[in-house]
C-alpha cells in the first residue's frame, strides 16, 4: 500500500508528463512471424465482368484454430476507384466465380450437401440459387458465350476396384496395378477420372469424355486453363493426356482436341507433337488457336513456346517464339481485333506481360515491368488488363495495367493496413560472377532495421523445382520476409537450371545436378560471406524438393562452409527416387535415362547424395510429408536413417497427412516453429 501511495504522489508531482502517452511504443511496427503470415488475406481466383468494369473475386482466410480456411467472394470496379462489397458469405468456401456472358448473375461454387455445386446470384448477393446436381460434385466451371450453357468439370468412376469384383471380399482395399503412375503428387488414383461436362440449357448434362479414362483438367495442377470455348459457343477446345500403361508415367504428350458441341465430333489439334500442349485459346474471329506447346517428349521444363494454328487446317502452326530465346510462362489472351496476343513470360526473375504480332510479324515485347510478378490477365474496359501481382514483400492483389503506358493502379489492397503496420526486410538484387565466369542474379534480403555495421547469420536458400524461378513470388512456406525477420541475410541465388536468362542457362543442369548447379549457389554464398554485414561463421542451407537435395548434396561437399542444413522433401538416392517416384518422365530426362541404362548415365554415380554420406559431418533436420509421392518419404527417411548412424546431431519433423508441400494450418504452424528453432540452435 506505501508503494503504491509513493508511486501516486510521483505521478502529481511529475504532472502531464507522467500521464502523457509514450507515443515512440505506440508507433512500434510489428515483425514478419508465422502468425503475421497465417492473418495475411489471400486473394483467389478472380473474374472480370463481360463490359469489364466490375471485377468479381474471391479471398480465403486462414483459421489456426479450426485448422481450416475460410473463402468468400467480392465484387469492386476494376477502375480501381470502387469499394470492394461482399458478394458471398455462406458458411464454408465459395470459390471459381465466373460471369454470365450477359453480365447479370455471377456463378460460383460452394457446399451443398457435403457436394460441391455450381450456384448462381444476382450482382447484390441476392437470389442464391443452386443450378447443378452433379453426382459427384464439381470441380471446376465456365460459362459458354452467348448463354450457349455452361461446362463443368466432375469426376466420373470407371474403373473396378478388386472389392468390387470380388463379393465376398467387400472390406479389401488390396489394388490390382497394371500401369505406371498410379499414385500422384498426394493422392492415389481413386478409379475415377475428371471428365468435362456440357449442360446446355434446357437440358441434362451431357459428358463430352464419355468411357475415356483420361483426365481434364490435366493433373495434378491443371485448371480450366486447359479449356477453351469458340465465341459463339459452338465448340470448346481442351488439354487431356491420352496415355494408359507404362508409358502414362513417361508421357508428357497432353494434345489440344477440339468438340463440336452439337455433334459430339472430336478432332485431335495437336497430333504429332510429343510434347505438353495446353492453354488454349481461341482467337475472336473463332478460326484461331493461340496455345502453350514444347516440343520435346518427356520433358517438362522444354522451351513452352507460343502457337498459333488455323482451325480449319490444324497442321498449319506457328510459332511465335522461333526467335525469341526465352519461353512463356501462362495462358495467352487474344485482343479485340484478334491481330496481338498477350501472354507472361519469365525475364530475369520476374514474370511480366508481353505481347506479339498474331501473324508473327512483329517479335514479343514487353508491356510491364519493375520487380513483380504479374499473370493470368483478363481484359477490362479501354484497352487496360487485369493481373495479379506480387513481390517478395507484397501479397497477392489485383492491379489494372495500361499495356500502353505500363502504367498500372491496385485494384484491391487486401492487406494495406497489415503491411502498413509492419517493419518489413529489403529486398535487393546483386549480380555474382560464377566459377565459369558467368553472371548470375542473386536476391539479398536484409532484416528489418537492418545495419551495415552488424555482422548477421545468413541462410543459402536453394530453389525447388529444380527448373523453377526464384522469382517475385509470395511464398507462405518459404517466405523471406518472414525468414528475414528473424534476423537472418537471406542469399536466395537465380542458379543454373532457371528460366528468365535465356535457355542455355535453363537448360545447363539437365544431367548435371550436382555439378554447376551447386557451383553456383555456393559462388553466390561466397559472395555474401566477404560482406561486412553477414557473419561467415554463422551460415545456414536449405531448402526443398530439388532444393532439398541441394542441401543433401552440399552436406557432403561444402568443405565446413555451413554450421546447419535443412532439407524439406529432398531427394536423397537418385537410384530408388526413380523406382518410387510418380511421374517417371521427370527423373527419366532429368538424369538423363534410369539406372539400369548401359551404360549409365552419370548422375548416379556423380550427382546422388547418398554416395557422400562418409563426408556429412553437419547438424541436418531433415522434414518430409507422408503423402509425398513425387519425393517419396523413403527419401527423407534414408537420409534420416544415414545421420543417425553416423551420430550427427539431426531430427525428422514427419507430417503423415501432407504431400510435397506441407497446406494445414496448424500443420504449417508447426513447420515454422521448428524451421526456426532448428536454425535458431546452430546460427544464434
Not at 437440358?203 to 463430352?208: F, V
Amino acid at each position: 500500500m506505501r508503494a503504491k501511495l509513493l508511486a501516486f504522489l510521483l505521478l502529481l508531482a511529475l504532472g502531464p508528463l507522467a500521464l502523457a502517452p509514450v507515443t515512440c511504443q505506440a508507433q512500434t511496427k510489428q515483425l514478419p512471424s508465422v502468425e503475421w503470415l497465417m492473418s495475411l488475406a489471400r486473394l483467389g481466383e478472380y473474374a472480370v465482368a463481360p463490359d469489364g468494369k466490375q471485377v468479381v473475386y474471391a479471398v480465403s482466410r486462414v483459421s489456426i484454430t479450426e485448422n481450416k480456411s475460410e473463402k468468400d467472394l467480392y465484387l469492386t470496379t476494376t477502375d480501381g476507384k470502387g469499394t470492394a462489397a461482399i458478394f458471398a458469405n455462406k458458411k464454408g468456401a465459395e470459390s471459381s466465380p465466373h460471369w454470365r456472358h450477359d453480365g447479370t448473375k455471377i456463378g460460383y461454387l460452394a457446399d451443398t450437401n457435403g457436394l460441391t455445386q455450381l450456384w448462381e446470384a444476382s450482382l447484390d448477393g441476392s437470389g442464391k440459387t443452386c443450378i447443378t446436381s452433379a453426382p459427384a460434385g464439381i470441380d471446376g466451371i465456365f460459362y459458354l458465350p452467348k448463354n450457349q450453357g455452361i461446362i463443368y468439370t466432375s469426376r466420373v468412376k470407371l474403373d473396378t476396384t478388386l472389392a468390387e469384383k470380388y463379393a465376398d471380399a467387400a472390406q479389401s482395399k488390396a489394388r490390382l496395378i497394371t500401369g505406371t503412375l498410379y499414385r500422384h503428387w498426394n493422392r492415389w488414383h481413386d478409379y475415377s477420372y475428371a471428365h468435362l461436362f456440357y449442360l446446355a440449357p434446357g437440358k441434362a448434362p451431357q459428358d463430352l469424355m464419355a468411357g475415356q479414362p483420361y483426365d481434364c483438367p490435366v493433373p495434378p495442377m491443371g485448371g480450366l486453363e486447359d479449356v477453351a470455348a469458340a465465341p459463339d459457343g459452338s465448340f470448346i477446345v481442351y488439354a487431356c493426356r491420352k496415355e494408359l500403361g507404362a508409358s502414362r508415367g513417361l508421357s508428357t504428350n497432353t494434345d489440344l482436341f477440339k468438340v463440336d458441341l452439337a455433334t459430339k465430333k472430336t478432332t485431335n489439334l495437336t497430333a504429332g507433337n510429343l510434347g505438353y500442349d495446353k492453354a488454349p485459346a481461341v482467337s475472336p474471329d473463332g478460326k484461331r488457336l493461340a496455345y502453350s506447346s514444347q516440343a520435346m517428349a518427356g520433358n517438362e521444363a522444354d522451351k513452352p513456346r507460343l502457337m498459333v494454328l488455323e482451325l480449319a487446317t490444324p497442321e498449319k502452326k506457328t510459332d511465335l517464339t522461333d526467335t525469341f530465346d526465352e519461353g512463356v510462362a501462362g495462358a495467352p489472351v487474344w485482343d479485340a481485333a484478334g491481330t496481338t496476343i498477350y501472354v507472361p513470360v519469365h525475364y530475369q526473375a520476374t514474370e511480366q506481360i508481353y505481347k506479339v504480332a498474331a501473324d508473327g510479324s512483329k517479335d514479343l515485347t514487353a508491356v510491364s515491368e519493375g520487380r513483380q510478378n504479374l499473370t493470368e490477365l483478363q481484359w477490362a474496359t479501354e484497352g487496360k488488363m487485369v493481373c495479379p501481382r506480387t513481390a517478395m514483400d507484397a501479397p497477392a492483389d489485383l492491379v489494372l495495367l495500361d499495356p500502353k503506358t505500363r502504367k498500372q493502379i491496385f485494384i484491391t489492397q487486401l492487406n494495406k493496413e497489415k503491411l502498413a503496420q509492419t517493419s518489413l526486410p529489403k529486398v535487393e538484387s546483386r549480380w555474382v560472377q560464377t566459377t565459369d565466369g558467368k553472371q548470375e542474379l542473386v536476391w539479398h534480403i536484409l532484416p528489418p532495421n537492418f545495419s551495415k555495421s552488424t555482422a548477421y547469420p545468413a541462410i543459402l536458400f536453394c530453389q525447388g523445382g529444380p527448373e523453377v524461378p526464384v522469382n517475385q513470388g509470395f511464398s507462405y512456406r518459404w517466405n523471406f520476409m518472414v525468414m528475414a525477420a528473424q534476423g537472418y541475410v537471406v542469399v536466395a541465388p537465380c542458379r543454373r537450371g532457371m528460366p528468365g536468362f535465356g535457355r542455355a542457362w535453363n537448360d545447363a543442369i539437365i544431367g548435371d545436378w550436382g555439378g554447376q548447379p551447386m557451383r553456383d549457389l555456393l559462388s553466390a554464398i561466397d559472395d555474401a560471406a566477404t560482406l561486412p554485414y553477414v557473419d561467415r561463421k554463422r551460415l545456414a542451407c536449405v531448402g526443398g524438393s530439388y532444393g532439398g537435395y541441394s542441401a543433401f548434396f552440399l552436406a557432403g561437399t561444402h568443405e565446413r562452409r555451413f554450421k546447419t542444413f535443412i532439407s524439406h522433401c529432398g531427394v536423397y538416392n537418385l537410384e530408388s527416387m526413380m523406382g518410387t517416384t510418380d511421374e517417371l518422365f521427370f527423373n527419366n530426362h532429368e538424369a538423363q535415362g534410369p539406372f539400369w541404362q548401359k551404360p549409365q548415365p552419370k548422375s548416379y554415380a556423380l550427382w546422388s547424395p547418398h554416395r557422400f554420406v562418409d563426408k556429412w559431418d553437419t547438424p541436418t533436420l531433415v522434414i518430409h510429408g507422408g503423402l509425398d509421392f513425387r519425393v517419396p518419404e523413403e527419401q527423407g527417411m534414408q537420409a534420416f536413417t544415414a545421420l543417425q548412424m553416423r551420430g550427427i546431431p539431426s531430427k525428422m519433423l514427419y507430417f503423415p497427412d501432407e504431400g510435397h508441400w506441407v497446406l494445414k494450418p496448424q500443420n504449417s504452424l508447426i513447420w515454422h516453429r521448428e524451421f526456426y528453432a532448428w536454425l535458431n540452435t546452430y546460427l544464434k
